[in-house]
């Protein structure tokens, strides 16, 4: 190994190799908590590239949940507030009120998002708030040993759904992305997933339109990024990523669910 | 036209064992190792040397540990794939283009 990583070093110092991608720098250099192969650990990554690539660093802030990503701000170098369950949308409403030019987002997995912040989120959206809401669904509470979610898909076998989720007595999964879109203070709503490159290349870009659409004082973005979950399913990494394709992808198909219009960026 | 060169750098200690850059590069480079890091995970090494520099790898790469380079031709400069997000959008930020 070591001999392989010399030879590397070498051919870089001749100048014929340019670098390409590397670790985002406000990516702090620290082990993450996250299993490996997690979908948060992804999200984090391109947040940060994004940050470095728009240089605004200085000027984003973040609003960190509980659930798995509760320790968000151990690794995002960027200003960070944590708020108490479900209600991110709520202080990062505050946020925005007293800083209105900086890019204020909101970090939120589905138990946080999608079960206890439910109306948080969904009057965020009807007053048309301007920040971004990262909503990370990989329909399963992780942290909590693998409970049930409002979004975990029908059939699906969790702690608390030990012979799979039951439409009858559990209800149907809620698609908060849909639900999000039909109300007039949204003005982007989009889902996308990043199991693998393509996925992260257009979640990217998903992402990165968010952040500039803030800019234009039009309403609240949601991206919602369909995740995995390892330790959850009990799946490895790859396994759970094909899971995911095959269960979750027919239920919460990526795409953009409302795409602002050619007026509506230009006025 | 050959095609280009690559190479990736992988930090071994951060390296989770994740095993999604493997299933992702599509030349087959990287392979996991026999051996273990101070972890206990077996961590992700280049097996062939026949990288492009695609970048798929430190995509998908969770925790960002892939580093990669790749060659350049002339006078050209390579220009990270990730980085073509504005596409034709008019939005500006400050009035630069980011």
């Given at each position: 190994m070591?001999?392989q ?233 790859y ?29 | ?7 990736v750098?992988i930090?071994i200690?951060?390296c989770?064992g994740c095993e999604l850059c493997i299933h992702e590069c599509p030349q087959d480079t990287l392979v996991m190792s026999e051996e ?5 995970y077996h961590y992700a090494v280049v097996a062939v040397d026949n990288c ?5 790898c ?8 892939i ?32």
């Open positions: 070591s001999t990583q010399d030879l590397i070093c070498e051919q870089i110092d001749n100048i014929k190799m340019a670098k390409v991608y590397e670790r985002p720098d406000s990516l702090l250099d620290v082990r993450m908590h996250y299993c490996p192969g997690c979908g948060h650990t992804t999200t984090h990554k391109i947040l940060m590239e994004i940050v470095d690539e728009l240089q605004i660093k200085n000027e984003v802030i973040g609003v960190a949940p509980v659930g798995c990503s509760v320790l968000a701000y151990d690794y995002l170098d960027i200003d960070m507030q944590q708020a108490a369950h479900g209600r991110a949308t709520a202080v990062a409403t505050g946020i925005k009120a007293v800083q209105p030019d900086k890019y204020v987002f909101t970090y939120q997995g589905d138990g946080d998002l999608a079960a206890i912040g439910t109306a948080e989120t969904i009057h965020s959206a009807n007053r048309g708030e301007n920040f971004l809401i990262v909503f990370i669904n990989n329909g399963i509470y992780g942290m909590t040993g693998g409970q049930m979610a409002p979004t975990t898909p029908i059939g699906e076998k969790t702690a608390t759904s030990p012979y799979g989720r039951d439409r009858a007595t559990m209800g149907a999964p809620i698609d908060i992305t849909g639900l999000l879109a039909q109300l007039p203070g949204t003005f982007y709503a989009t889902r996308q997933s990043v199991h693998d490159a393509k996925a992260v290349r257009k979640a990217k870009k998903a992402l990165t339109k968010a952040f500039q659409y803030q800019k234009l004082n039009k309403g609240l973005c949601i991206v919602e990024i369909v995740s995995n979950c390892p330790s959850g399913w009990k799946l490895t990494p396994e759970s990523n094909q899971w995911m394709i095959e269960h979750m992808m027919s239920l919460y198909p990526p795409g953009d669910v409302k795409a602002p219009s050619k007026e509506d960026l230009q006025s | 036209m050959a095609k280009l060169k690559g190479e750098k930090a200690e951060t989770k273990l890091n101070q972890r206990g492009t520099g695609c970048t798929n430190a995509l998908v790469c969770p925790d960002a540990c580093t990669v380079y790749r060659e350049v031709r002339g006078k050209k400069q390579p220009i990270a794939q990730i980085s073509n997000v504005t596409e034709d959008m008019t939005i500006t930020i400050d009035g630069r283009q980011p």
